[in-house]
């Protein structure tokens, strides 16, 4: 069992930056891929961001490459979300989930049969423009 609890989330203006923390439970976090969703009022949960065990494969959805970056300290059992230059479209909940099950094909493409094993209960993030 795997417990995972975001944080950083707030209230930010256009441009601005914040940094997303998730805290996993247990001695299993270097065991799965991570990796961050969101969901906007009235909208279906989309698939952000996602990094392998190690840290070494990185995925981002098109609309935050280059403004987001998704890292990884295994030591800490942390998983983080940077985001810069948000937009008022960034506005969602951000949830944190992991994967035991998933495939990373490269060339930046989304993983693929990711199918997510633990989330968290997501921190709300609000641009305001």
Known sequence: Q???VESGGGLVQVGGSLRLSCIASGRTFGTYAMGWFRQAPGKEREFVAAIGRF???????DSVKGRFSISRDNAKNTLSLQMNSLKPEDTAVYYCAASATYRFPGGGRQPENW??????KGTLVTVSS
Do not use: E, M, R, S
């Open 2 to 4: 795997v417990q995972l």
């Open 55 to 61: 840290g070494g494969i990185t995925w981002h959805t």
């Open 115 to 120: 199918i997510t094993a633990y989330w968290g």
